[in-house]
Structure formats: C-alpha cells, structure tokens
Nanobody, 120 residues
Framework: QVQLVESGGGLVQPGGSLRLSCAAS????????MGWYRQAPGKQRELVAT???????NYADSVKGRFTVSRDNAKNTVYLQMNSLQPEDAADYYC??????????????WGQGTQVTVSS
C-alpha cells in the first residue's frame, strides 16, 4: 500500500512564505507525476502545480512566479515553495501522485491535505 504524508502548512502573514512537503512511501516502483492541488471553502479543488519524473512543471496562472514545485526522486518527495503568499492562497493543499506500484499497475493517490492560512 502507498501513503502520501504532507507537512509544512500553517499560518503566515501576507507576503510571507511556506514550504510544503509530501513524501510517498510504500510499494512504489516509480512515480510518473506528483503535484499539488488546493481547495478553499465553497470552491472547487484546483490544480496548483505538477511535476513529472523528468522535471517538467505546470503551474496555475495565479501562482506563476510565486510558487515553485520540485521533487526528490530518490526520496519520492515533492515540495511546493510558496512565496509572496496572498489571502487568496489560503486553502487546504493536497498532494497527488500518479505512480506505478511494484505490481506494475498504475495508481493515483491523494494525501489528506495540509491547511494554509494567510492572514494578518
């Protein structure tokens, strides 16, 4: 079985920074794509950023230039560096992984989320 464990959320003032981490563990053969999604109260979950095993990234327009997604393939971990945080960035952030397990089958897993609050 595979688990995604997220960390790094918390309370930050506008203009501040946070770094989220998500570590995947279990019977993993390879991870194709890892990414971050967020959901604010009353809104749909939206893509924030993704990164492939080769390092190709994709960002939501609202976070380009402020957020940076990266990964450590050896540790099966994805990071989201969030700078210049704004109140509209406040949400629950969820880690996502598209991976191949040791049974050679593809799966999609979600973390349980970490809360980011941006307030003065």
């Amino acid at each position: 079985q595979v688990q995604l464990v997220e960390s790094g959320g918390g309370l930050v003032q506008p203009g501040g920074s946070l770094r989220l981490s998500c570590a995947a563990s279990g019977s993993i053969f390879s991870i194709n794509v890892m990414g971050w999604y967020r959901q604010a109260p009353g809104k749909q979950r939206e893509l924030v950023a993704t990164i492939t095993s080769s390092g190709t990234t994709n960002y939501a327009d609202s976070v380009k230039g402020r957020f940076t997604v990266s990964r450590d393939n050896a540790k099966n971990t994805v990071y989201l560096q969030m700078n210049s945080l704004q109140p509209e960035d406040a949400a629950d952030y969820y880690c996502n992984a598209n991976l191949v397990q040791t049974d050679w089958r593809q799966y999609v897993f979600w973390g349980q989320g970490t809360q980011v609050t941006v307030s003065s």
